[in-house]
Nanobody
Framework: QVQLVESGGGLVQPGGSLRLSCAAS??????????IGWFRQALGKEREGVTC????????YYTDSVKGRFTISRDKAKNTVYLQMNNLKPEDTALYYC????????????????WGRGTQVTVSS
């Protein structure tokens, strides 16, 4: 069974930074052959796609609200993907989920193959 394990969430002040990590812990499962990225779900809102990095690691997708502030990267040797979040805003507060599918096309919840359990990010003064 594939397991994606997120870490790095927490409480941060507006303007601050956090780095989320997502590691694939399943034996024999490598992220090299999957597009991988992040969704988030704020209280009372639908889950939304935030960012995705393709198998080739080229031209990552970012939703408009995080462009210029968030950066996704992948360390294939560690089978881990990272989300560097800078200049955080209160509206970034949400449960952040790691997710994977075959490509970054159609980066919407119905098409996701595997999900992590989420890590909470709270931006508040």
């Amino acid at each position: 069974q594939v397991q994606l394990v997120e870490s790095g969430g927490g409480l941060v002040q507006p303007g601050g930074s956090l780095r989320l990590s997502c590691a694939a812990s399943s034996s024999g499962f490598t992220l090299d052959y999957w597009a991988i990225g992040w969704f988030r779900q704020a209280l009372g809102k639908e889950r939304e796609g935030v960012t995705c990095i393709s198998i080739s690691d080229s031209s990552p997708y970012y939703t408009d609200s995080v462009k210029g502030r968030f950066t996704i990267s992948r360390d294939k040797a560690k089978n881990t993907v990272y989300l560097q979040m800078n200049n955080l805003k209160p509206e970034d507060t949400a449960l952040y989920y790691c997710a994977t599918k075959d490509t970054c096309s159609n980066w919407y919840t119905p098409f996701i193959e595997y999900w992590g359990r989420g890590t909470q990010v709270t931006v508040s003064s």
